[in-house]
Structures are given as C-alpha cells and as structure tokens.
C-alpha cells in the first residue's frame, strides 16, 4: 500500500502562512492526481485542492483561491501546499491523498473517490 505522509501543519494567526508537505512515492510522483481535503471538528471532509505534478491541470475550492497554491519538489518526492493569508475559517485537519482517476473528474470533490491518504496535520488559525 502506498504511504503518504503530511507534515507542517501548527498554529497562527489570522493573515499568517504554513506550508503544508506530503511525502509520496515515486509511483504518485509519476502520474497520479494528488489533493489535499481538510476537516474541521462536525464537519464532512472537504476538497481543498488537486493537482497532476508537472501536469497542466490544478484545482482550487473557491474559498481557498489566490490564497494557497500547489507544488511539488521530485527530487525530494514531496508535495506542498502554500497557504497565505490565513483565516479562522481555514483550521481543519488536513490530509494529502492521491488517486488513480483522471484529475478532472469531477468526483474527486468527494473524499471516497480517492485512494491513499496521510495521516493528516493540525491547521489552526486565530483571530
């Protein structure tokens, strides 16, 4: 089973940034459509962002756009996600996963449609 593992998650204010890491496989890195979903306390998991590492294609929940944005190190077969200007409303668990469906799909809005998933690292924004 293929292993992720997310890191970088912590505390701080409003308008801070973190940026998030996700540690994959070579397999992920070559080809799989990769996102990020988020949860906060009695809430369903929900889609933040996907991409295709190297590919043409990346997606933003509307909520999140101009604010975070995607990227990936191959030398080091990580992911990250960039997250700027920071608000309450961002804290939530958040989990890097990966999926062998095609990126554009428009079912991997929805946490089952995808595979692997990291264990997941604390976001948390204070006002």
């Given at each position: 089973?293929?292993q992720?593992?997310?890191?970088?998650?912590?505390?701080v204010?409003?308008?801070?940034?973190?940026?998030?890491?996700c540690?994959?496989?070579y397999?992920?890195?070559?080809g799989?459509?990769?996102?990020?979903?988020?949860?906060?306390p009695?809430?369903?998991?929900?889609?933040v962002a996907?991409?295709?590492?190297?590919?043409?294609?990346s997606?933003?929940?509307?909520?999140?756009k101009?604010?975070?944005?995607?990227?990936h190190?191959?030398a080091?077969m990580t992911?990250?996600?960039?997250?700027?200007?920071?608000k309450?409303e961002?804290?939530?668990?958040?989990?890097?996963?990966d999926?062998?469906?095609e990126?554009?799909?428009?079912?991997?809005?929805?946490?089952?449609?995808?595979?692997?998933?990291?264990?997941?690292?604390?976001?948390?924004?204070?006002?």
């Amino acid at each position: 089973q293929v292993q992720l593992v997310d890191s970088g998650g912590g505390s701080v204010q409003t308008g801070g940034s973190l940026r998030l890491a996700c540690k994959v496989s070579y397999a992920t890195l070559s080809g799989f459509c990769v996102g990020w979903f988020r949860q906060a306390p009695g809430k369903e998991r929900e889609m933040v962002a996907r991409f295709v590492p190297n590919g043409p294609f990346s997606y933003y929940t509307d909520s999140v756009k101009g604010r975070f944005s995607l990227s990936h190190d191959f030398a080091k077969m990580t992911l990250y996600l960039q997250m700027n200007n920071l608000k309450p409303e961002d804290t939530a668990m958040y989990y890097c996963t990966d999926t062998r469906l095609e990126c554009t799909d428009t079912a991997l809005t929805l946490a089952p449609s995808w595979n692997n998933w990291g264990k997941g690292t604390q976001v948390t924004v204070s006002s």
